[in-house]
């Protein structure tokens, strides 16, 4: 039987050409004046969630 995407995760996170997986961080779409643009620009996935996001992203990774 064929594994599922998590749709959720999927619209959640980008994947570069080189496969680095990029998210958007919590808390960004409102009250953005107090908030450095460094505080609210993409940022890597970390090597220890990768191991979680190929269980839910199986064709992706």
């Known amino acids: 039987m064929k594994q599922k ?3 959720a995760m999927f619209k959640r996170v980008r994947f570069t050409a080189n496969g680095l997986v990029i998210h ?4 960004v ?3 953005r004046v107090n908030k450095s643009p460094r505080r609210t620009a993409m940022v890597a996935v970390l090597s ?3 191991k979680h ?3 839910m992203l199986p064709y992706q990774m």
């Open 29 to 31: 779409s409102h009250l």
């Open 5 to 7: 995407t998590h749709q």
């Open 48 to 50: 220890t969630e990768k």
């Open 53 to 55: 996001l190929a269980k």
């Open 24 to 27: 958007k961080p919590a808390a």
